[in-house]
Nanobody, 122 residues
């Protein structure tokens, strides 16, 4: 069974940038791939999502990150990226990637990974 490996998190000051990576280990990117985030004690929420095939370059974003975050993919490297600019303290969370764009169904095709912590200081 395939799995995802997230990386790239860290501690950054408000206004800074980070780029997260998600390696699709054991499967292709011929699916919609989503980035999600979760704050302790709160529900996981969708952040960004790719189109639903390798050749589909469309993307969708949560209103709170639109214009600041960019999702992209490198099919050859089987990696999905999340470029995060102009970070805000409220972006602090554990970030996960998954197959699918809906929190109710993502993680069913390929299990959730460990996530990567993003901390934005004021």
């Amino acid at each position: 069974q395939g799995h995802v490996v997230e990386s790239g998190g860290g501690v950054v000051k408000a206004g800074g940038s980070l780029r997260l990576s998600c390696l699709a280990n054991g499967f292709t990117l011929d699916y919609a791939m989503g980035w999600f985030r979760q704050v302790a004690g709160k529900q996981r929420e969708e952040v960004a999502c790719t189109g639903d095939s390798e050749s589909d370059d469309t993307a969708d974003y949560a209103p709170s990150v639109r214009g600041r975050f960019t999702i992209s993919k490198d099919v050859g490297k089987k990696t999905v990226y999340l470029q995060m600019n102009d970070l805000k303290p409220e972006d602090t969370a554990v970030y996960y990637c998954a197959v699918g764009c809906n929190t109710a169904t993502a993680g069913l095709i390929v299990p959730w990974g460990q996530g990567t912590q993003v901390t934005v200081s004021a």
